[in-house]
């Protein structure tokens, strides 16, 4: 027996990894094995889904689907329909319903990593939801996953065997060129050891090879591999099954303990995160925020914070409504008021109706019965003129000008638009407003002073 050593690989993470086997059936108890650096087990154990090693910043989450929950479909797809198009779903839904004995809205779908429009590739399926209520579950215990991994996934080359499991109840994973449906996980039995002998069988022609050896290709053996005296395998097993196995097939056996197995996993070219169930930064985001809102909107842990969210919407309620009251109050004090001092000054208007309009009506009367000037006039017009625009003065004691009510122009003058300025902020005081055209300058009575 050897022990498996891991090699560096494509897929090797340098950020830190928690790897989870997700079991059959209802969230529970979970394998697990960490690792720093993606090439070296650094923890290794079982545990409920809130005592799982934290994943913190920087800590990778990766769920491994078990090779006997998926199995795997060939498929081709139709021209414009890839990895990212829109109707990927319902495309391998159509093409894989006849081969499923589920209902296909009952399953989860991911695609061959490798796979194009127009051309053959690996679905993996599984249920849906044993899938979901995991994630879900890790999601809620703070282990968000992030990548989804076959356990087994189809491959190319030397064929692969590893014998997990119980010596009472060992299974064998196997992998690699010949392996129907690509990848299987069987139960080591006479009829599984029957299966691995056909797959020696050439695929198109059903003609039995002999055995092969890789010596023959010009390349040494791999290690696990057979020499000139059987066929080219990778024979793994687990410690408590490894003597069994080399009896049963009668070659060495290159050691891989589950953790090792679950690092060999990470390291898969597959995400079976995907379409509904893609694991990207928004969709996790959102995934939590709606599982946070359901949590706050029925569970009992957040009752106190519901019921003191509804008392401080009550009381802001209350408080507007009572501050509107206030504001409603203190407009009608300045109304009445308003129309107090119009009825005091002039006893005799007997009916209010527009307190400010009526005021300046009575104002108005009451300069032309007793001859007094009002702004809108002509000498106080001048007046203002000549005393906060001096530059116009000269024009207007000339007689370039044109007067109607509260209209002033005066001809042949001229303001830079600095004098212009200053002129207009002593005028505005008085309610006037100095302007300029091509013909000189005009005062205008904006407001009443």
């Given at each position: 027996?050897?022990?498996l050593?891991?090699?560096?690989?494509?897929?090797?993470?340098?950020?830190?990894?928690?790897?989870?086997?997700?079991p059959?059936?209802a969230?529970?108890?979970?394998?697990?094995?960490?690792?720093?650096?993606?090439?070296?087990?650094?923890?290794?154990?079982?545990?409920?889904?809130?005592?799982?090693?934290?994943?913190?910043?920087?800590?990778?989450?990766?769920?491994?689907?078990?090779?006997a929950?998926?199995s795997?479909?060939?498929?081709?797809?139709?021209?414009?329909?890839?990895?990212?198009?829109?109707?990927?779903?319902?495309?391998?839904?159509?093409?894989?319903?006849?081969?499923?004995?589920?209902?296909?809205?009952q399953?989860?779908f991911?695609?061959?990593?490798?796979?194009?429009?127009?051309?053959?590739?690996w679905?993996?399926?599984?249920?849906?939801?044993?899938?979901?209520?995991?994630?879900?579950?890790?999601?809620?215990?703070e282990?968000?996953?992030?990548?989804?991994?076959?356990?087994?996934?189809?491959?190319?080359?030397v064929?692969?065997?590893?014998?997990?499991?119980?010596?009472e109840?060992?299974?064998?994973?196997?992998?690699?060129?010949?392996?129907?449906?690509g990848?299987?996980?069987?139960?080591?039995?006479?009829?599984?050891?029957a299966?691995?002998?056909?797959?020696?069988?050439?695929?198109?022609?059903?003609?039995?090879?002999?055995?092969?050896?890789?010596a023959?290709?010009?390349?040494?053996?791999?290690?696990?591999?057979?020499g000139?005296d059987?066929?080219?395998?990778?024979?793994?097993?687990?410690?408590?099954?490894?003597?069994?196995?080399?009896?049963?097939?009668?070659?060495?056996?290159?050691?891989?303990?589950?953790?090792?197995?679950?690092?060999?996993?990470?390291?898969?070219?597959?995400?079976?995160?995907?379409?509904?169930?893609?694991?990207?930064?928004?969709?996790?985001?959102?995934?939590?925020?709606?599982?946070?809102?359901?949590d706050?909107?029925?569970?009992?842990?957040?009752?106190?914070?519901?019921?003191?969210?509804?008392?401080l919407?009550?009381?802001?309620?209350?408080g507007?409504?009572?501050?509107?009251?206030?504001?409603?109050?203190?407009l009608?004090?300045?109304?009445?008021?308003?129309?107090?001092?119009?009825?005091?000054?002039?006893?005799?208007?007997?009916?209010?109706?527009?307190?400010?309009?009526?005021?300046?009506?009575?104002?108005?009367?009451?300069?032309?019965?007793?001859?007094?000037?009002?702004?809108?006039?002509?000498?106080?017009?001048?007046?203002?003129?000549?005393?906060?625009a001096?530059?116009?003065?000269?024009?207007?004691?000339?007689?370039?000008?044109?007067?109607?009510?509260?209209?002033?122009?005066?001809?042949?003058?001229?303001?830079p638009a600095?004098?212009?300025?200053?002129a207009n902020?002593?005028?505005?005081?008085?309610?006037?407003?100095?302007?300029?055209?091509?013909?000189g300058?005009l005062?205008r009575?904006?407001?009443?002073?």
């Open positions: 027996m050897r022990r050593q891991s090699s560096r690989s494509i897929h090797d993470l340098s950020m830190s990894l928690l790897l989870l086997t997700l059959p059936g969230p529970g108890g979970y394998e697990y094995a960490t690792s720093v650096d993606g090439r070296s087990v650094a923890r290794y154990g079982h545990a409920d889904a809130a005592l799982l090693p934290p994943a913190g910043r920087g800590v990778e989450v990766v769920a491994v689907v078990p090779a929950l998926l795997w479909q060939r498929v081709r797809l139709p021209r414009g329909i890839g990895p990212g198009s829109p109707r990927l779903r319902a495309v391998l839904a159509g093409l894989l319903e006849d081969r499923l004995l589920d209902a296909p809205e399953l989860h991911a695609l061959d990593p490798d796979a194009a429009a127009d051309g053959p590739a679905v993996a399926v599984c249920d849906k939801t044993w899938l979901a209520a995991h994630l879900h579950a890790l999601d809620a215990a282990r968000p996953v992030g990548r989804i991994v076959p356990e087994l996934y189809p491959r190319t080359g064929l692969r065997l590893i014998v997990t499991g119980q010596p109840r060992p299974w064998v994973l196997m992998s690699g060129d010949g392996v129907p449906d990848a299987q996980a069987l139960p080591l039995t006479p009829g599984a050891l299966l691995l002998h056909d797959s020696q069988a050439t695929p198109d022609d059903g003609i039995r090879k002999p055995p092969r050896s890789p023959s290709h010009g390349a040494p053996p791999p290690e696990g591999a057979a000139d059987g066929p080219a395998i990778e024979l793994l097993a687990e410690p408590a099954v490894a003597a069994q196995a080399e009896q049963i097939f009668n070659r060495r056996v290159v050691l891989c303990p589950p953790a090792e197995r679950l690092l060999m996993a990470g390291r898969s070219p597959w995400d079976l995160a995907q379409l509904d169930l893609a694991r990207t930064g928004a969709a996790r985001a959102a995934r939590r925020a709606a599982a946070l809102w359901r706050f909107l029925y569970a009992p842990l957040w009752r106190p914070a519901r019921w003191g969210l509804a008392l919407l009550l009381a802001h309620l209350i507007l409504n009572v501050w509107a009251w206030r504001t409603q109050q203190e009608a004090a300045r109304r009445a008021q308003i129309v107090a001092t119009l009825t005091k000054t002039f006893p005799q208007v007997k009916t209010v109706i527009d307190a400010p309009a009526q005021m300046a009506r009575e104002i108005a009367t009451l300069r032309q019965s007793t001859g007094a000037a009002s702004a809108r006039d002509l000498e106080p017009m001048l007046g203002a003129l000549g005393q906060y001096p530059e116009v003065a000269p024009a207007a004691a000339s007689g370039a000008v044109e007067f109607a009510a509260g209209e002033l122009r005066v001809k042949g003058v001229q303001l600095s004098a212009l300025a200053e902020q002593r005028l505005r005081p008085q309610g006037y407003q100095l302007q300029t055209d091509a013909d300058v005062l009575l904006e407001a009443s002073p």
